[in-house]
Structures are given as C-alpha cells and as structure tokens.
Nanobody, 127 residues
C-alpha cells in the first residue's frame, strides 16, 4: 500500500536541531513529486512550513523558518527531509508531510498537496 511516514521528531532544547524524515513506501518519491511539510500546534491552525517543487526542485519556506530550516530529497532512501536548526519553542507542533505528483508549489510553503499524507511526528522544543 502506497503511503508516507514521518519520523525523527522528539524533544529538543531551544537552539537545538532535529531532522525529520518523510519516507515513501509503495511508490517512488521522484523529482516530479512536490513534497510539503506542515505543522500544527495545539489550538492553532495547520500551517505550511516548506515545499519542494516537483516541477523545478525550487524550495519555499515560511517566513518564520526561513534561514533555519532546509528541505531536501534523498532518492536513495526514497525520502524527503526537513533539517531544523536553531529551534524555538514556537516551532513545537505535529509535523506532517504531503506529496503530489507533477506539481509545483504555486502557493509557496502553504501549497496543498493531495496525493499522499502522512500521520505526523511530534516535535517539542522546550527547556
């Protein structure tokens, strides 16, 4: 069964780093897939964090994470990563990934992707 699964979340102190992974099973997460990372904090709406285009591999970031987060592909692992550095308490949330074939990121990090969604991995930034 084709699916996305996130991993790598956890508890980290402010200023620390984490890398969360979005791994595909049952299909090839090739260059032509746009992949987005989203997060949702308790009591808040889900927000788009980052998107990598399936058209030209361009990357997009929310202003709140620009310069601290990096999205990248790993074709050998059939995965997309979100490297998160200089983490802040406000980065806390459930991080989910989504993918859609033959699509760019026309709305930037908030682009809605409809083919596959993962269940999420919890990231907590706290001292």
């Amino acid at each position: 069964q084709a699916d996305l699964a996130e991993s790598g979340g956890g508890l980290v102190q402010p200023g620390g780093s984490l890398r969360v992974s979005c791994a595909a099973t049952g299909f090839s997460l090739g260059y032509y897939y746009a992949v987005g990372w989203f997060r949702q904090a308790p009591g808040k709406e889900r927000e788009g964090v980052s998107c990598i285009s399936g058209v030209d591999d361009s990357t997009y970031y929310a202003d709140s994470v620009k310069g601290r987060f990096t999205i990248s592909r790993d074709h050998a692992k059939n995965a997309v990563y979100l490297q998160m550095d200089s983490l802040k308490p406000e980065d806390t949330g459930l991080y989910s990934c989504a993918a859609e074939a033959y699509k760019g990121c026309p709305m930037g990090p908030g682009t809605i992707l409809n083919d596959y969604w993962g269940q999420g991995t919890q990231v907590t930034v706290s001292s």
